[in-house]
């Protein structure tokens, strides 16, 4: 098996996880898109020095595998290649900001390290939100909602169109790499004088294959619009979890609990 088609696994394996039942994949696609990005502003707005406070958002996401019975290593398999170009961010922070903030025993920690940490979580944290959303609702659900918000049309089926072909560019590349690999047994990827035909080759296949699917759309009553998820999922009870999550998110944000918890305690 090459990697093209174990991309292609991996992109099935994701429409698995949407089609899961439980409490959160039963809420409106549309609720659960404004309170990831209700999250993200919320997560990414705290100061660079509050390590304690943005440290008890991890509750959010953590909770929301749960409830979704989505192990947490699941993601983070997922994101193996995107999590850390996220943490990486920061790293050249300690260099710059080498004032100490905080002393630890005999130890002073500068407000380098506390904002690098800092980064690092808010890439993590709203990584691993946004993955909850894609894991438990189906990209024709994303899409309605973003159309709810009133979206271009065109943007929205960019995105439909985009997510759903990607594993039939896979497929060209699987039947392209197993036709090179016959040609040239015994030999290890793709020789670096090919790259440029294999690549031109490609262009070309896919092409073809989006005019045939385009020409096929066109005669089934195509006009730009898609009709998406259906709209059993607009229930009272999905709103409720948006205002009751939002809020508790937002008092997260202007009441630190892990200080308070600090306090009561010295």
């Not at 991309?7 to 439980?22: F, I, N, T, V």
Request: proline share 3%; net charge positive; aromatic share 12%.
């Amino acid at each position: 098996m090459n990697k093209a088609e174990k991309a292609g696994l991996e992109l099935a394996a994701m429409d698995e996880l949407a089609k899961q039942s439980s409490p959160v994949h039963s809420l409106s696609p549309l609720c659960k898109l404004l309170v990831t990005v209700a999250y993200i502003i919320v997560t990414v707005s705290f100061h660079k020095y509050d390590i304690t406070g943005l440290f008890v958002m991890v509750l959010f996401p953590i909770l929301g595998y749960q409830l979704s019975m989505i192990p947490v290593r699941t993601c983070f398999y997922r994101l193996r290649i995107v999590m850390p170009l996220v943490m990486a961010v920061g790293l050249f922070n300690p260099f710059f900001d080498r004032e100490v903030i905080l002393t630890l025993g005999n130890i002073g920690v500068s407000g380098g390290v506390i904002s690098m940490l800092t980064l690092m979580m808010k890439g993590v944290f709203c990584l691993m939100m946004s993955f909850l959303l894609i894991a438990t609702t189906s990209i024709d659900g994303i899409c309605r909602g973003l159309r709810q918000l009133h979206f271009p049309k065109m943007f929205t089926s960019l995105i439909l169109l985009t997510f759903r072909y990607i594993s039939l560019l896979l497929d060209e590349v699987s039947v392209m790499t197993e036709a090179y690999s016959l040609r040239a047994p015994g030999q290890k990827g793709i020789h670096i004088s090919a790259w440029g035909s294999f690549l031109g080759q490609l262009l070309l296949r896919t092409m073809d294959r989006a005019d045939a699917l385009y020409e096929s759309m066109v005669l089934r009553g195509f006009n730009g619009e898609f009709y998406y998820a259906e709209k059993k999922y607009e229930t009272a009870a999905s709103w409720i979890v948006f205002i009751v999550v939002t809020a508790l998110i937002i008092l997260v944000r202007f009441f630190n609990p892990a200080a308070m918890l600090g306090n009561l305690f010295i």
